[in-house]
C-alpha cells in the first residue's frame, strides 16, 4: 500500500514510452503519481488534485506546456505547484522563455533520469518540507515528520494515522481552506470509497486531541466549505 504522506507528482508527457520511464523512475523513489497525455488533461488533473510538483513536457497535444505552465501560474490554487519543464529545445530564448512563464526548472532531451529525480527533491525540499523529513511548525503545533512525532506548547500529542495525516495536510499549507473532497483525496487516497462525514470524524478527533488544557482551538470551521488550520477562527 502506497504512503499517502508521499510526494503527488503529476507527470504530462504524450509519449507513451516516456511516460512509462518517468513513471516507473519515480514511482521506485516513493512518489504517489499522476498522469496526463495532453494540456488540457494536465489542467484538469493539476486543479482538481494539486499536486505536490509537475513534471511538464512542453510539446504537448491539445494545449502546449509552456501554455499549461502559463495558466497554472496564472491562477492562486496552483501557482504555488513547482513545474519542471522538459523540452527538446535547448536553445537559450527557450529557456529564458520557459522560466519566465513560471517554470521552476528546465530540463533538455535527453537528460538523465537520476539528475530528474535529484531536481524533483530539491524543488520538494523548498515547497514540501515535510515530504523530505523536516519539522513543520505553525503556532504552537510541532510536525516531525522524520521522528513521527507531533508536539503542543512541548507536550507529547498522541495521534492516530488518518489524524497525523490530516495534521500534516493541514501544516502544509496553514490558513488554506480544504475541502472535505480535497482532505478524502490528499488523506486517504485517491479511489478510495468513503463518506465525507468519515472526514467529519477524523478533523473531530484531531481537534480533541490539540485541544487540551487551555490550548485554543486551531482548526477553523468554514461553513460550506470546510476546515482550515487557522487560530484566528
Known amino acids: ?53 509537475i513534471v511538464l513536457d512542453w510539446m504537448l497535444p491539445s494545449v502546449p506546456g509552456i501554455e499549461v505552465c502559463r495558466q497554472l501560474k496564472s491562477k492562486s490554487a496552483t501557482k504555488n505547484i513547482p513545474i519542471i519543464m522538459l523540452t527538446a529545445r ?8 520557459g522560466l519566465n512563464t513560471g517554470a521552476d526548472d528546465y530540463i533538455v532531451k535527453p537528460y538523465s533520469i537520476n539528475e530528474l529525480i535529484a531536481r524533483v527533491r530539491a524543488l520538494l525540499r523548498r515547497t514540501r518540507p515535510s515530504g523530505v523529513g523536516a519539522t513543520l511548525e505553525f503556532g504552537d503545533i510541532q510536525l516531525d515528520s522524520e521522528m513521527h512525532r507531533v508536539t503542543r506548547s512541548g507536550h507529547p500529542v498522541k495521534l492516530g494515522p488518518i489524524e497525523y495525516r490530516l495534521l ?28 465525507l462525514r468519515t472526514v467529519d470524524v477524523h478533523v473531530g478527533r484531531l481537534r480533541k486531541a490539540l485541544k487540551f488544557g487551555e490550548n485554543p482551538d486551531p482548526i477553523r470551521t468554514v461553513r460550506g466549505a470546510g476546515y482550515s488550520l487557522d487560530f484566528e477562527g
Open 90 to 97: 535547448g536553445e537559450e530564448a527557450d529557456k529564458v522563455r
Open 1 to 53: 500500500m502506497e504512503n499517502i504522506s508521499n510526494p503527488l507528482v503529476l507527470i504530462v508527457e504524450d509519449e507513451p514510452a516516456q511516460l512509462e520511464v518517468l513513471s516507473y523512475n519515480l514511482g521506485s523513489e516513493g512518489f504517489r503519481l499522476l498522469q496526463a497525455m495532453d494540456g488540457e488533461e494536465a489542467l484538469l488533473l493539476a486543479e482538481e488534485q494539486e499536486p505536490d510538483l
Open 168 to 195: 500534516m495536510t493541514f501544516m502544509e499549507k496553514p490558513k488554506r481552506v480544504w475541502s472535505r473532497e480535497s482532505l478524502l483525496d490528499r488523506v486517504w487516497g485517491q479511489d478510495t470509497f468513503i463518506d
